[in-house]
Every structure is written in C-alpha cells, then in structure tokens.
C-alpha cells in the first residue's frame, strides 16, 4: 500500500522524535490499514537517508586544528 505524503511525514516524525517503531505504528494508527513490511521498508529508506554522524576522533581533529590556529603567533 503506497503512502501519502502526509503519512509519510507523520511516519517520520514519529520515528525520528517520539522512537516509533513499525509495531508502534501500526497500534497506533490501526485506522491507516498499513502494513509492517511497508511500514518496514520506509523506515529502511529514511534510515540511509540520514547523515553520517561524525566520529569522536574527527570531531577532535576539527577541534585541534581551530585551536592552533586561534594562537597568536609571537616573535621571540
């Protein structure tokens, strides 16, 4: 069963926010009449649609070059 946009929008918002789930969902909005393997397979394409977070490791690289460039250079 194909989703309309409105409902997509709700499925998302509720799954990125509130933590729903595909059973979550379904309790939820029994009206809708959706079905798990969709609810599923949408959940699976806004997952890859998320952004990478960035490592601990880059973050901190970031953080080091912005602090030695932020020092005042001084002639001895």
């Given at each position: 069963?194909?989703?309309?946009?409105d409902?997509?929008?709700?499925?998302?918002?509720?799954?990125?926010?509130?933590?729903?789930?595909?059973?979550?969902?379904l309790?939820?909005?029994?009206?809708?009449?959706?079905?798990?393997?969709?609810?599923?397979t949408?959940?699976k394409?806004?997952?890859?649609?998320e952004?990478?977070?960035?490592s601990?490791a880059?973050?901190?690289?970031?953080?080091?070059v912005?602090?030695?460039?932020?020092?005042?250079?001084?002639?001895?």
């Amino acid at each position: 069963m194909p989703f309309s946009e409105d409902d997509k929008t709700l499925i998302k918002n509720l799954h990125l926010f509130e933590g729903y789930g595909p059973q979550g969902l379904l309790a939820g909005f029994s009206m809708k009449n959706w079905m798990k393997g969709s609810l599923d397979t949408l959940l699976k394409k806004l997952k890859k649609m998320e952004a990478p977070t960035e490592s601990v490791a880059a973050a901190d690289r970031k953080w080091r070059v912005c602090l030695l460039q932020n020092l005042p250079i001084t002639e001895t």
